[in-house]
DNA sequence: CGCCAGGTTGATTTCGCTCAAGCAATGTGG
DNA sequence: CCACATTGCTTGAGCGAAATCAACCTGGCG
């Protein structure tokens, strides 16, 4: 063992994640003070972080890997709601309005996240103003993101979603391979992706193969491949008429 | 004119919504700031507050009256996204995140709604701490909102949606009436009622005869009488199974 | 008066849900 | 190692909900 017991966790100073996110306006004592107040392990892909119902004993900072935010409604069906990426913290619903957990979350995959009790929050909170304004930018674009959701929801068919929801994947999951493709592993069951467009996973499955006869893409297991990436991007342009 | 040039707005210092708003933590000295920062003035119903498209210059706070967020897209749907009503605070995200309006905002009916530009927030921001938490707090119930109606949208039909719509303008715009029933004026068209549920304004038509077979309600113009209350909590309370 | 926006209603088609069966991959206990 | 559940996914058939297209009211309003 080179490295002593600090092994598991990242040291807040070097966190790369960190320097791009709201803890970034932290000075040194500061992030002293978190260095030593947070607690980082590592989770096992679908791993549950927090649960609903739970009460709110902190927030959560994604080092890396990822989570899901999850809703499981009174006769049971399962809605997954957002992903979140290293860099994203989590969880500080609970903690800004005191309340107990309304969403639950598990691990993406194998992931290494930082925890936050809300006492440290709160002194920092009120130690350094320049970080509420920081979560305070962050929430406002999380607003922004739920409302544009809203309005696609509301206006957007099934395959529509789906597509968005394909490319959004993309984006963080995907590579491009050698003759342009781009390929990417899903990090979501079909069910799981099914539930954030709002359908079932019927449906999703009919859709996929109908993705497949138009030759958008391809599916193979949790593997997908868009040979003309574009031919994504056209499904979601709206046809403009006149 | 007993009433000098003050008339149109309201004083900050006795404004009764501010008093249960964000700006309630402003001390006297930033209230008076606040007080001859702010331009005040009368909405006739429907008239735009901003729109698309333009610069976010300041945030509005609704003293009476209410007002629709809208968000109409590239091919000319129209979605109502939310309501805001007396002591709520509006376009703050394009101040926050300082970049141009995403939505527009009108009038819901005749009201009187306060002006206050970015600059002065800023400094409002700056100086007082508290009002930057008390922001974030607002942010995050409304993030909290529009996860609840996305979980909403993700499983419930055009009928239960309709029925949670009509609870909650209910609350904001009903009356109870002497026999017990509930009765209130609609401040929307049917086809912005359907929008919010992400529905067809024919398929909302046929929803409203149906509920008034089933004897929930009965629409006559804007208005609604709801004889039974509790009929419509029935019709959301979901169908437990075992 | 004609015009128009807002609303209802009808006919038809499309889409998505439900129920049900089948299948491959994985796990488990004997 | 096999029999057997279990889980995740696909596919099919039937049905219901909602979109679409269209006609037709109604009450303003120039």
């Known amino acids: 063992m080179e490295r002593p017991k600090t092994m598991p966790g990242v040291n807040c100073f070097e966190c790369l994640p960190r320097e791009r996110n709201e803890w970034s306006v932290l000075t040194g004592e500061e992030l ?26 902190g927030v959560y900072c994604i080092v890396s890997g990822g ?40 691990a993406l995959g194998p992931s ?12 920092l909170l009120g130690r350094n103003p320049a970080l509420g304004q920081q979560f305070l930018r962050r929430v406002v674009t999380d607003v922004d993101d739920a409302h544009d959701k809203l309005v ?8 529509t979603k789906f597509v968005h929801l394909l490319l959004a994947l993309m984006n963080r999951h995907g590579r491009t391979a050698t003759d342009g493709s781009r390929v990417m592993e899903l990090p979501l069951s079909r069910r799981d992706l099914a539930s954030m467009i709002g359908a079932r996973h019927e449906t999703l499955s009919r859709i996929i193969g109908r993705l497949e006869e138009d030759g958008v ?23 403009l008429l006149s």
């Open 32 to 57: 002293k003070l978190l260095a030593q107040a947070k607690k980082c392990r590592k989770y096992h892909a679908g791993e549950s972080i927090f649960a609903i119902g739970e009460p709110s004993h």
């Open 217 to 239: 893409a391809r599916f193979s297991g949790r593997t997908v491949c868009v040979r003309h990436p574009h031919s994504l991007i056209d499904e979601i342009r709206p046809t």
């Open 152 to 159: 696609r929801n509301a206006t957007l068919s099934n395959r």
């Open 112 to 123: 290494k996240i930082c925890f936050i009790d809300r006492h440290t929050v709160r002194i």
């Open 67 to 106: 989570a899901a935010i999850r809703k499981i409604d009174e006769v049971g069906n399962s809605v997954l709601l957002h992903l979140v990426y290293p860099g994203e913290t989590l969880g500080y619903r609970g903690v800004l309005l005191d309340e107990e957990r309304r969403f639950g979350a598990e």
